[in-house]
Structure formats: C-alpha cells, structure tokens
C-alpha cells in the first residue's frame, strides 16, 4: 500500500475526528510557563470554550442548570491549569481510541504523553530541534497505530500475525504489508489536520530519523523519546529522584547513539526534568483513573 492510497482510504473515512489547529495552538500556550489564562483564552475555539465555561460551571457551583461564569479567564482560574491541559491533550485521543480494543488505552496515553515530555526536555537541554514541535509530535507519534487499529483492520491482523509467526518487530511487520509504518500513517492524518510540518517529519520519522530529508533534528529527538518512554514505561515503582536516575542509565547511550552529545550537567538536568514532568503525568493519570471510578 502506497501512501496515496493511505491517504485516498483516510480521506473517505468521514468520521475521522478533528484536531483544529487551535487545538496545537491551546497546546503551546499551555505548554509555555510564561503564558497567562487570557493567551489561552485567545487560542480557545467557541466549541473548547463552551466546554471550558461548562467545566468550570459545574466545578463551581456543582450544578450544570446555573451558569454563573461567563469569562473564559475567569473559568480557567477556576479549573486550574494542569485539570484543563489533561483534559485537552486526552481529548483526540479519547475520541480516537473508540472501539480500539486491543490498544491499552492508559498505557498509550501514558508512553505518548512520556514521549512528549522526554523529546521536549531533551530538545530545551541540547538546543536542538523545536521544543514545541516535538512535544507536539511526541504526543501524536504513535497515533497512526490507532489509525490502522480502527481503519486498516484487516491489515493490522495480519500484521500481528507476521509479528507472532516470523518473529518481525512491529514496523517491519507493518513495511512488509502497508509499505509504510505508523509514523507515516499518522502524518498523514496529522497533515489532513493541518499541522505544521516541523510536528509531521518528526510523527513520520520517529523510527527511521536518518530518513527524513527536513526538520531531522525533531525526528531525532522524537525517536529519543519514544525509546525513552518505551523503558520508562516498566520502570513504575520509582519513588526518589536518585532510584529514578538509577533506572534511567540508559538514556545517555541512547542520545549518544543517535549523535547527540550530552554532557554530565546536562544529563542531570534531562533527568531533573523529566522526573519532575513524568511525576506530574503520573498525578494527572491517577486523578483521570479516579474521575472514571
Ligand atoms: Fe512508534
Ligand atoms: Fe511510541
């Protein structure tokens, strides 16, 4: 399968939920510590804002019938930062994953929002990349998995089976029958959401950076990230900055293999932050479990 037939077969998909523009940009604003309640209230569509009003609403007054908050700044304040930013980046996930069954749903969100936060650090500590673009990217790098999950079925069947039966990783198995992996599924998803390509190259080259012919630095990166996640993902009894340093050796070779330099300072602070972030996803994972209990 070419990626023009990918791309005619995502087109027909008319379900396909949207990612406005305005989403990435919520994103960003969120993203950015410097940023205030009215940036994000000017990077809100009116269908996010109303959600926002009803959220804080509901939040305050514990009704959804009096509606006493109508400034979106004012709803932020209410909400609060963190509760509103876990709430927007689940939401093209949520709508996404319907149905995917056979895809962990948590642990996906978790490896995705890890890749995001690790490729973001890495690309503030080596002043390489577009630290937005990445995290981004590192958010949405496996969602063309979903992609083929949902609308390339049989496919993927069959490429589990090639996974069982001739011992393929999973991209090899998914080249031998789609001709293309997820990274390149999901930018072209990401592509007909109109997403900057500084996010798409790294999504398409998240598993083969030494392929992309622009933006490779955000491609490098997001690799890191991914792997990063993948062996922070079993790493989950970490209780103390120095074990969580003790369970993430691995992490300078892998940076070095991919021809980034990383000095001892700069290591230390890569894995400062991103303790300190994936401590926060963590907190942010356990409420969204208990919100569904
Ligand atoms: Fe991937
Ligand atoms: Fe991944």
């Not at 929002?113 to 890495?122: E, G, L, Q, W």
């Not at 990349?129 to 990445?134: E, F, I, L, P």
């Not at 992490?251 to 070095?256: C, D, H, Q, R, S």
């Not at 926060?280 to 919100?291: D, I, K, T, Y």
Request: aromatic content about 8%; glycine content about 6%.
């Amino acid at each position: 399968m070419e990626r023009d037939e990918i791309l005619q077969v995502l087109r027909k998909i008319d379900v396909l939920p949207t990612f406005p523009t305005v989403m990435a940009e919520v994103i960003g604003v969120i993203d950015d510590p410097m940023s205030s309640a009215a940036d994000l209230a000017k990077s809100m569509d009116p269908s996010m804002a109303s959600e926002v009003l009803r959220m804080a609403n509901t939040a305050y007054f514990g009704t959804r019938s009096f509606r006493n908050i109508t400034s979106i700044e004012h709803a932020i304040a209410i909400i609060g930062l963190e509760h509103l930013s876990q709430i927007i980046l689940h939401m093209p996930f949520l709508s996404m994953m319907n149905g995917s069954g056979e895809i962990d749903r948590e642990k996906f969100i978790r490896h995705s929002m890890i890749c995001a936060i690790a490729s973001k650090v890495v690309s503030q500590t080596v002043h390489m990349g577009d630290q937005h673009a990445v995290y981004i990217g590192g958010l949405m790098h496996d969602i063309g998995t979903i992609i083929i999950y949902r609308y390339f079925n049989a496919e993927w069947k069959m490429i589990s089976r090639i996974v069982r039966e001739k011992n393929y990783t999973w991209v090899q198995a998914e080249e031998e029958v789609l001709s293309c992996d997820h990274g390149m599924v999901g930018a072209c998803l990401l592509t007909m959401w109109n997403i900057p390509q500084s996010v798409t190259d790294g999504v398409m080259y998240h598993h083969f950076p030494g392929n992309a012919a622009d933006n490779i630095w955000n491609a490098k990166i997001i690799d890191i990230g991914n792997r990063f996640a993948k062996q922070a993902d079993l790493s989950d009894s970490f209780t103390d900055f120095d074990e969580f340093i003790k369970n993430n050796k691995h992490f300078v070779p892998l940076a070095e293999e991919l021809g980034i330099q990383i000095s001892l300072s700069q290591e230390l602070d890569l894995l400062d932050g991103v303790y300190g972030l994936m401590k926060n996803v963590r907190s942010l994972l356990v409420e969204a479990g208990e919100e569904k209990e």
